[in-house]
Structure formats: structure tokens, C-alpha cells
């Protein structure tokens, strides 16, 4: 069956620390791997997909197909990236518009 | 545009009672979705819905139904609370086939006394 796993449901960091946040799926297909975050007192939005390679607030995930993971890093932690995110995994799934699996979330803080 | 909206943001109920969750949104998206949101356990799907009628069950459907009349509308029933249900409802939308980018509400927090 199709999972998202992350390890840890806690993460502490001070700032400027490097911080990476691990996910790992479980999929035999081709998947599109996602992270949404959720700062305090607003929506859960998304993050950055693996698909556009892109480097969003400083964070970037590289699929590893050999591993199935999806980690999420930072070089340098700031305090306003602390915040609750998920790791998310989209697939066909056998219906035309696919799935979205979504991780237990991992909580992250940044410490001053 | 608003985005996806729901209501209530608070909720309490009492043990037995029923309620509905709304959810609009005004992107014109084909797919909804209703999402709940407890410590440890992620995001778990409810029910979701592909287009204005048709719906179907997603991860954890017991207690909960949904209708999608409308392409804007998607709300959630309580059909009798308990307090397993309670938790923290996302709605959630997303263009058509194959986009998997998804635009959430901010929620509504239910307590099922």
C-alpha cells in the first residue's frame, strides 16, 4: 500500500542550524512527492514539489528513488520556519485524478 | 478570490448531536476533499469528491457523510458526534485530473463533548 513516513513527529533546532526534516514512501510507481508546511495561525499551503527542482524560503528536497525518500533541508534555520509540515505523495492509484497521501507531519522549532 | 472557505471555525457538540461542516470554494475546481487533522496521525482522508455528484470515501468515512451539488460546495455531515470525532476539519480543493497541488481551507476546530 501506498505510505508516507516521517520519523520524527518533533524537531528542535536553534537558529542558523542545518535542519532537515526526513520523509520516506512506499510507492512501485512513479510519484510526485510534495511538502506542505502550516505556520501558527495560518493555512496549511504548499511548499515546494519535487517536480520544479525549485528552492523555496531556502528549503530544498531532492527525490531519491533509490532510498524513497523525499527529505526536506535548510542550511540555515530561521525562526519563522517553525511551523508543522508534511510530506505528501501523489500517485495514480488506479483513478484518472489520483491520490494524495499525506505523512504524520513533523513539528519543527527553531530556537533563538 | 477567496479560496476555499470554511465554516464554522469553532464548533462544540454534544455527544449524539448532528452538524454540518461547510466548505466553498471559488476557483472552479473539479476535485474536494475533507481532511481531519489529529496529533500524531497526519492528515487522514474523509470523503472527497471528483465533481459535482460524485463523491466517495476516502481513509476514515464512518460518521461523516458529504453531497456535492454544486461545483462550489462540499459540506461535511456529522450524522451523530462522538467524541472519537473530535479533531481539527481541513477542506481542501484542487484543479482537475492529475494536478495534485491542493489549496486548503483554515479549518474548523470540533469538540465533541
Known amino acids: 500500500a501506498q505510505r508516507v513516513t516521517q520519523p520524527e513527529k518533533l524537531l528542535s533546532v536553534f537558529k542558523g542550524a542545518p535542519v532537515e526534516l526526513k520523509c520516506n514512501y512506499s510507492?512501485?510507481?512513479?510519484?510526485?512527492l510534495f511538502w506542505y508546511v502550516q505556520y501558527s495561525r495560518q493555512r496549511l499551503q504548499l511548499l515546494l514539489r519535487?517536480?520544479s527542482r525549485e528552492s523555496i524560503k531556502g528549503f530544498t528536497a531532492d527525490l531519491n528513488k533509490g532510498e524513497t525518500s523525499f527529505h526536506l533541508k535548510k542550511p540555515f534555520a530561521q525562526e519563522e520556519d517553525s511551523a508543522m509540515y508534511y510530506c505528501?505523495?501523489?500517485?495514480?492509484?488506479?483513478?484518472?485524478?489520483?491520490?494524495?497521501?499525506f505523512g504524520q507531519g513533523t513539528i519543527l522549532t527553531v530556537h533563538p | 478570490n477567496a479560496g476555499v472557505t470554511q465554516t464554522p471555525k469553532f464548533q462544540v457538540l454534544k455527544t449524539g448531536q448532528s452538524m454540518t461542516l461547510q466548505c466553498a470554494q471559488d476557483?472552479?475546481?473539479?476535485?474536494m476533499s475533507w481532511y481531519r487533522q489529529d496529533p500524531g496521525m497526519g492528515l487522514r482522508l474523509i470523503h472527497y469528491?471528483?465533481?459535482?455528484?460524485?463523491?466517495d470515501q476516502g481513509e476514515v468515512p464512518n460518521g461523516y457523510n458529504v453531497s456535492r451539488s454544486t461545483t462550489e460546495d462540499f459540506p461535511l455531515r456529522l450524522l451523530s458526534a462522538a467524541p472519537s470525532q473530535t479533531s481539527v476539519y481541513f477542506c481542501?480543493?484542487?484543479?482537475?485530473?492529475?494536478?495534485?497541488?491542493?489549496?486548503f481551507g483554515p479549518g474548523t476546530r470540533l469538540t465533541v463533548t
Open positions: 510507492y512501485s510507481g512513479s510519484p510526485e
Open positions: 476557483m472552479n475546481h473539479e476535485y
Open positions: 481542501a480543493s484542487r484543479l482537475r485530473q492529475g494536478h495534485y497541488e491542493q489549496y
Open positions: 505528501a505523495l501523489g500517485y495514480a492509484g488506479g483513478t484518472s485524478y489520483g491520490k494524495l497521501t
Open positions: 519535487h517536480i
Open positions: 469528491s471528483v465533481g459535482a455528484g460524485i463523491t
